[in-house]
């Protein structure tokens, strides 16, 4: 609407006597929501009754104003930060990236082990996995369980603030070690990806102390005691490890229902 | 807006001075009790001194009088639920004449003739509903709260209104 | 600003309950809590009433959708709320305060109701707005910025509250809102819950007799998992006599009803 509505017209809006079709005012309304000079002229037809009301209504705003506390600084990103920094994950994550320093250094020393990195590198997102998706962990568990971003969206997020440190503390202590890049990053995703699956099941927590359990026993024990790097940690095996991902990643979408109350088989 | 954030006070008395008129134009044909006005209008501009930090942030859209029609149309809702109980609920009737006489001039790009059309074949009570619905945003249930009227009453006349919508434009 | 009204809006409502419950069984742990409870609320403020034990919370929690029944049907909204439903719907129309809220200490109260009203997807222009609404409804206005992790009791049960309103919801859950707050606060709250009774469906879970006799337009009473007693605070007042224990007509009713149901469930 371009055009705009006479000063009589709106006169006779603004004042509530005044006799004023419906179909006029309807327009009237919607032209002023947009019309900042229309809205002045609606100042200047005010009554001096209407003066008197605003002019009280200014007053007790003013009086309740000093009244209270200034209105707080905002900064533009806190809202985002609430959404995805996870705060009771930081000791977890921690101490992961502690263990991690202690494997490059230890590998620095015993240059004859099989790269440590790489063979702790599956099992390192585990803790803080479990502990994301743990409740007894999240004070305000309950609270969020009920509402409707409640669900595999919101546990992927979380998972995915602790892969933002893993990951790349990974990286960095991978390419301190010399071991391969594709072979400690591509294994820590599919056991990601495993666990959520797997917990889609028996809930993520028993799945990822499973799967670590497991792996340490399997793999990484032996590969210490025989200093030998094992098969499924040889270079050709990073195309499987990739498809594994891919396969986990997709079966654990398809399991989304059974997150919808922030836990597995509740 | 922005400004109102930084605890600017001459910039809300601003806001205070060029909106204020318009706001209670509005608001005093939807309600016929000047005290609620008045309440609803003060609630409205504290609202806004104290959350003008989040209102200026990224969120959000619109100009600062759709967003100050926002927050009164709430405060109106809450101030007629708590005389909802007390079954004073002060309703304004809407317009006696629907259609603009003759001989008024003719307001050049007004609401289509559609939308014209479809005002006059309702009833009164479905011309509540729709100006309460689309005009002025409320939902289903703060349309039966202000109108005074059944939720169910509210959605049959939607509908009604939607029909006689549709029948205009084709 | 004309909005467009979706037709999924006026399509009539066919569930005449907002909170329909057949034959409803929910495991606590490895404890049957509630064992065949039958309801059915509309709109008003109801209270729900029963000894420690009587399954209360855990009925709150599954009302919530944060529990799964094990047996029986729940029907929120008209929405069925079983294993295989799809909860996000009924969900942004939930308002939920359980019994001990856990909250992140860090958050500024405005955060924190901000927070949860993004969870409960509503629309992001709308947040700020409805924030600072529920903010002033329950009274915190002065409190706003302060973490909450420097609230005291009553405040922080306040904020709690005002998380569960912010969206609006339908179907408003109460579990022991007036833990902690003073006589004047218990009043002002008693006025904000008559006033959501307008429009919505409140179920206040509470001890306190009293609370119940002023705010609330019924009464629920449990026991041990099923429905003792449904009906309003006159026909609980007329339920009881000289004989029972109890400071108030309404807590007299209220032994006499628990006594009664015991005996029954004795033989």
């Not at chain 1, 990739?242 to 398809?254: E, I, S």
Request: net charge positive; with cysteine.
């Amino acid at each position: 609407m371009t055009t705009h509505p006479s000063p009589a017209m709106i006169a006779r809006y603004a004042d509530r006597e005044a006799d004023l079709d419906e179909v006029t005012a309807w327009s009237v309304e919607v032209h002023l929501e947009d019309c900042a000079d229309c809205r002045a002229l609606v100042a200047d037809s005010t009554t001096d009754d209407t003066r008197t009301l605003l002019a009280r209504i200014a007053a007790s705003v003013d009086h309740d104003i000093a009244a209270g506390p200034a209105p707080e600084r905002r900064r533009r990103w806190s809202a985002a930060r609430n959404r995805w920094l996870v705060w009771q994950l930081v000791p977890w994550l921690t101490m992961t990236v502690a263990v991690l320093g202690c494997a490059v250094l230890l590998q620095a020393l015993r240059p004859d082990l099989p790269s440590l990195v790489s063979l702790l590198a599956p099992v390192a997102p585990l803790p803080g996995v479990a502990i994301a998706w743990s409740r007894r962990h999240d004070p305000a568990w309950e609270l969020i369980a009920g509402t409707p971003a409640a669900g595999l969206a919101m546990l992927l997020r979380r998972t995915a603030a602790v892969l933002v440190v893993v990951v790349p503390a990974l990286a960095l202590a991978g390419t301190r070690t010399g071991a391969s890049l594709a072979l400690t990053l591509l294994p820590c995703l599919t056991f990601t990806a495993a666990t959520i699956a797997l917990g889609a099941f028996v809930g993520v927590r028993f799945a990822a102390l499973g799967l670590g359990v497991a792996w340490t026993l399997a793999v990484v024990v032996p590969a210490v005691v025989t200093t030998h790097l094992p098969a499924v940690m040889q270079p050709g095996s990073s195309p499987v490890w990739a498809l594994l991902t891919l396969a986990l990643a997709g079966f654990a979408a398809t399991q989304a229902n059974n997150f919808r109350r922030l836990s597995s088989h509740n | 807006m922005r400004r109102t954030a930084a605890g600017d006070r001459r910039a809300f008395d601003e806001l205070y001075r060029r909106t204020s008129p318009w706001l209670l134009a509005r608001l005093r044909r939807r309600c016929a009790d000047d005290d609620v006005v008045a309440d609803v209008m003060q609630e409205t501009y504290l609202a806004v001194w104290r959350a003008a930090g989040s209102f200026a942030g990224p969120a959000t859209s619109g100009s600062a009088a759709g967003w100050l029609w926002t927050i009164a149309a709430h405060r109106l809702v809450d101030a007629f639920r708590r005389r909802a109980r007390q079954n004073q609920v002060p309703a304004v009737p809407l317009a006696e004449t629907v259609a603009p006489a003759a001989e008024d001039e003719v307001m050049a790009g007004r609401v289509g003739q559609e939308l014209e059309q479809a005002l006059l074949v309702l009833p009164a009570g479905a011309r509540q509903v729709l100006r309460a619905m689309v005009l002025d945003g409320f939902s289903v249930r703060e349309t039966s709260v202000l109108l005074g009227v059944p939720e169910n009453t509210v959605k049959s006349q939607a509908r009604r209104a939607r029909i006689a919508l549709r029948e205009a434009l084709s | 600003m004309m909005r467009t009204v979706s037709a999924a809006e006026t399509a009539p409502t066919i569930h005449p309950w907002a909170v329909h419950a057949e034959g409803l069984r929910v495991r606590a742990g490895r404890h049957l809590a509630v064992d065949g409870l039958d309801l059915a609320l509309g709109t008003g403020v109801h209270g729900l009433l029963g000894p420690n034990g009587a399954g209360k919370t855990t009925l709150m929690r599954a009302l919530a959708t944060v529990l799964k029944p094990a047996g029986g049907r729940l029907t929120l909204l008209g929405e069925p709320v079983d294993a295989r439903a799809n909860l996000r719907p009924v969900r942004r129309a939930l308002g939920y305060l359980p019994q001990q809220f856990g909250f992140y200490p860090r958050f500024t109260v405005r955060e924190f109701v901000e927070y949860m009203a993004w969870l409960k997807e509503m629309p992001k222009t709308a947040i700020p707005g409805a924030v600072q609404r529920a903010i002033d409804r329950v009274g915190l206005q002065a409190k706003a910025g302060a973490r909450m992790k420097t609230l005291s009791g009553g405040m922080l049960r306040r904020a709690g509250i005002a998380q569960a309103i912010v969206n609006d919801p339908a179907v408003l859950l109460l579990d022991e809102p007036t833990v902690g707050l003073d006589p004047e606060q218990r009043l002002e709250f008693r006025e904000l819950l008559r006033d959501l009774g307008v429009d919505s469906c409140v179920v206040v879970s509470t001890h306190l007799v009293e609370d119940v006799a002023t705010a609330c337009t019924d009464v629920v009473m449990i026991n041990e998992g099923r429905l003792v007693y449904q009906g309003t605070t006159d026909d609980l007042v007329t339920q009881g006599g000289e004989g029972d224990a109890g400071d108030s007509p309404a807590e007299r009713g209220y032994s006499a009803l628990l006594r009664r149901h015991r005996a029954a469930a004795g033989r």
